[in-house]
């Protein structure tokens, strides 16, 4: 088993000034110490910085309001599970965010482009229409739930979460380049995905499903995992158990691990230390009184 070890809650100041703290972390890309959080019921971006214990920071991401919990919050929110981090490029001098939406739902078809600063922080953001990279998804996936994405090499990564119905795990690619493009016109022509299935095996009969992933250049690609006792993409389950993996760059499941404690990884970010990946992760524990944390933990670079 893997041990993880806990780092923080995720507190931050609200937008009205108010301590508070983001409850289903589900998305992570950590930019030395800066560590950005998307939250899947929420329209900010929070920010974390691992030298300060203080609170973190919000940028708002999508105009509105949600309602304040219950099923109409679960309904309306953009349901944001994937954040990567984007290479310099035509008016992102520094490199930027992109947060996506898990597309289960027509609503939740959108993201954002966040900008960064020359420190990494987040200073704007600009909504993305998705639908380009989501409507080609529909005649594979009898349930569309992307829950993490990478950039690898010239590829855009979108990892599909399967669930007990349909327990079918895989790798989605498209040009960055292209899909970039597509995102950023209006009714953008959909693309044409290569797409991989994956199966990460089971735990007590339920399928191991992605949460997120990260790739490490050399070495391949990290992913966090659960099995969720749910029936569908929309509704939670009792979680059975979680794990961290590795995958090669083709997708060939190279080795995969349970956690303790046993929590409910919903974002990853990975860097190579020697013969070391070194692992940030977020948690969601499907109840919005329960802050989400931060932990850490490494693992072998290399799988015998």
């Known amino acids: 088993m893997i041990e993880l070890v806990r780092i923080r809650d995720l507190d931050i100041t609200d937008i009205a000034g108010r301590r508070a703290f983001v409850s289903a972390a589900s998305g992570l890309v950590r930019i030395g110490a800066c ?18 214990p203080g609170p973190g920071r919000l940028l708002r991401l999508f105009k ?38 898990s597309g289960s739902r027509p609503n939740r078809r959108r993201g954002a482009l966040i900008l960064l600063d020359a420190n990494g922080s987040a200073v704007q953001s600009n909504l993305v229409d998705l639908a380009p990279l989501f409507s080609p998804l529909a005649a594979e996936f009898d349930e569309i739930n992307v829950e993490g994405a990478v950039v690898a090499g010239d590829d855009l990564l979108l ?28 009714d953008g022509k959909a693309l044409e995905p290569r797409i991989r ?18 790739a490490v250049p050399g070495i391949g690609i990290v992913f966090s ?23 090669d760059m083709d997708g060939n499941l190279l080795h995969v691990e349970t956690i303790v404690p046993p929590v409910k990884v919903e974002g990853i970010d990975a860097r190579l230390d020697g013969e ?29």
């Open 35 to 52: 560590i950005h959080v998307i939250a899947d019921d929420e329209l900010h971006l929070a920010s974390f910085d691992l030298d300060n």
């Open 64 to 101: 509105g309001e949600l309602p304040r919990a219950g099923p109409d919050r679960k309904k309306r929110k953009p349901d944001l599970e994937a954040l990567c981090l984007l290479p310099r490029m035509a008016g992102a001098l520094y490199g930027a965010l992109l947060a996506i939406g």
């Open 159 to 186: 990892f599909q979460r399967g669930s007990g119905s349909d327990p079918d795990n895989a790798i989605i690619a498209y040009p960055l380049a292209t899909a970039l493009e597509a995102t950023s016109l209006p």
């Open 197 to 214: 299935h994956i199966d990460l095996g089971t735990i007590g009969q339920v399928p191991l499903s992605f949460t997120d992933a990260a």
């Open 225 to 247: 995992a659960v099995a969720e006792d749910t029936a569908n993409a929309y509704d939670d389950g009792p979680l059975r158990a979680a794990a961290i993996g590795l995958l």
């Open 276 to 304: 070391l990946i070194r692992l940030t992760m977020v948690t969601d524990h499907d109840d919005p009184t329960v802050p989400a944390s931060l932990y850490s933990t490494a693992i072998k670079a290399l799988v015998a």
